[in-house]
């Protein structure tokens, strides 16, 4: 089995952003080595999203494999407690693993116009994520 890269991080940085209709959330961690090997980066992606599981006491839904601009990565979907729901989307990309996160939180009395909302929202915030040039 490779080495775990996690086991070497170097830096972790979170930016979020509360607003009244959802949560978003920005991090990455930065590793000391480039990893390019498909196995670590797997582990790499598998340990992300374990601890974004365990970090929000979560409760994995889903999961697909997904990719930016080239480099590897997973979305994955999850329940909450409190009755919130998040979608995280990680990426390894050299030496960093990047994570974004969606939370909401759906009531029952939510208007067709409001879930709308917040699906556009969240579509527009995940996919708004790109690497600049000095990352690639």
Request: net charge negative; glycine share 8%; proline share 6%.
């Amino acid at each position: 089995m490779p080495e775990d890269p996690s086991d070497h991080a170097i830096g972790s940085y979170d930016f979020g952003l509360p607003p009244e209709l959802a949560g978003y959330v920005v991090s990455y961690l930065e590793f000391p080595d480039d990893v390019t090997d498909p196995a670590q980066i797997k582990l790499m992606l598998d340990r992300g999203r374990e601890g974004g599981i365990a970090s929000s006491g979560g409760e994995l839904v889903s999961e697909t494999e997904i990719k930016l601009s080239g480099y590897f990565g997973r979305e994955w979907r999850m329940k909450l407690s409190g009755g919130l729901t998040a979608t995280a989307r990680a990426y390894w990309v050299r030496r960093r693993l990047f994570q974004t996160v969606f939370v909401k939180k759906p009531k029952e009395s939510d208007s067709p116009e409001v879930i709308r909302m917040r699906q556009q929202a969240e579509t527009k915030f995940l996919d708004s994520f790109v690497l600049s040039n000095d990352v690639k």
